[in-house]
């Protein structure tokens, strides 16, 4: 009986947790939870305070309608590409 007791003693043991009353994994997944959420809230907040400075619009303009045009003739080289392996 006394050897029963001691492994249950034992086995009460090995359970503590950071909080009484709830597991170490629970409070592991809140606190990923809450970091996921703090990371998306700052990035969301981070990209909209984002604002061109007004001697750099007209450059920024000019180098967005480039990247844009780069990646037109890109699209349009590989449909070329594209079509050209399927015949």
Do not use: C
């Amino acid at each position: 009986m006394a050897t029963y007791q001691g492994e249950v003693q034992s086995l009460k043991l090995d359970d503590d947790s950071v909080i009484e009353g709830v597991s170490d994994q629970v409070l592991v997944a809140v606190v990923v939870s809450f970091a996921l959420i703090a990371t998306l809230v700052y990035a969301l907040f981070r990209n909209v305070h984002q604002n061109i400075h007004p001697e750099n619009q007209e450059l920024v303009r000019v180098l967005r309608e480039q990247l844009q045009t780069e990646q037109m003739e890109s699209l349009r080289i590989g449909d070329i590409l594209y079509e050209a392996w399927n015949k």
